[in-house]
């Protein structure tokens, strides 16, 4: 596609269920991000993706948190039993492959409200 | 590891003044720098960037220069817009494909501008 594209764009969900974030990112990009902004906390790093593996998952606040992605487009970022503090917007970006010299795009973002 | 530390906000500015976010870093490696800004209800857009010391990144009016001896990369404007009224992020990436040439970023600025 021409851009990032995120689902949903907001998502409100009661503590203890399960939510599954969509990410699909642009035609052609190897490499995928996955970032969560809290309010105040910045931008912070959860896992990137370079093709359909995951080199680096230590971002992932816990093991509640997973991730994958499919025939090196869509990713679905995964998070089980969530809780109050999981409430943040998580950005997903691409960029053409792994590595400082490439930019990335990122979308809009899923707003997730835990109550 | 990596890290960006950014100026606490956030900042209100009267339209046509002059407009100056710092932001320093922390890297182990050569990074290169980047200023994202994100407008209400949009993604992040990368803004300007710069790969060497001494580079000056430039767009829309704003601008930033490199400097190794400082580690800092503070955006600058000369006279701001209130269509300038958003988040701006500062962010660093190592060269390479190594685990630090993920993008890190300070935890934004957000800048008002009253008519």
């Known amino acids: 596609g021409a851009g990032v594209s995120q689902s949903p764009s907001n998502k409100v969900t009661e503590k203890g269920k399960d939510v599954e974030l969509r990410c699909d990112p642009i035609?052609?990009?190897?490499?995928l991000y996955w970032y969560r902004q809290s309010l105040g906390q910045g931008l912070e790093f959860l896992i990137y993706f370079q093709g359909n593996s995951a080199p680096d998952k230590s971002g992932l606040p816990s093991d509640r948190f997973s991730a994958e992605r499919t025939g090196g487009s869509v990713s679905t970022l995964t998070i089980q039993r969530t809780q109050q503090e999981d409430s943040a917007v998580y950005l997903c970006?691409?960029?053409?492959?792994?590595?400082?010299?490439?930019?990335?795009?990122f979308g809009s973002g899923t707003r997730l409200t835990v109550v | 590891g990596n890290s960006v530390t950014q100026m606490e906000g956030p900042v209100t500015l009267s339209e046509e003044a002059f407009l100056t976010i710092n932001c320093t870093y922390t890297?182990?490696?050569?990074?290169?720098l980047f200023w994202y800004v994100q407008y209400p209800g949009e993604g992040l857009q990368l803004l300007l960037k710069?790969?060497?010391?001494?580079d000056k990144g430039s767009n829309k009016g704003f601008e930033a220069t490199y400097r190794k001896e400082t580690t800092s990369f503070h955006l600058e404007k000369g006279s701001v817009q209130v269509s300038d009224s958003a988040v701006y992020f500062c962010a660093l990436s190592e060269r390479g494909t190594g685990a630090n040439s993920k993008l890190t970023f300070g935890k934004g600025i957000t800048l008002s501008v009253r008519p």
């Open positions: 970006a691409s960029s053409l492959s792994f590595g400082g010299n490439y930019g990335y795009t």
């Open positions: 710069a790969t060497k010391a001494d």
């Open positions: 890297a182990t490696g050569y990074p290169s």
């Open positions: 035609s052609g990009h190897t490499a």
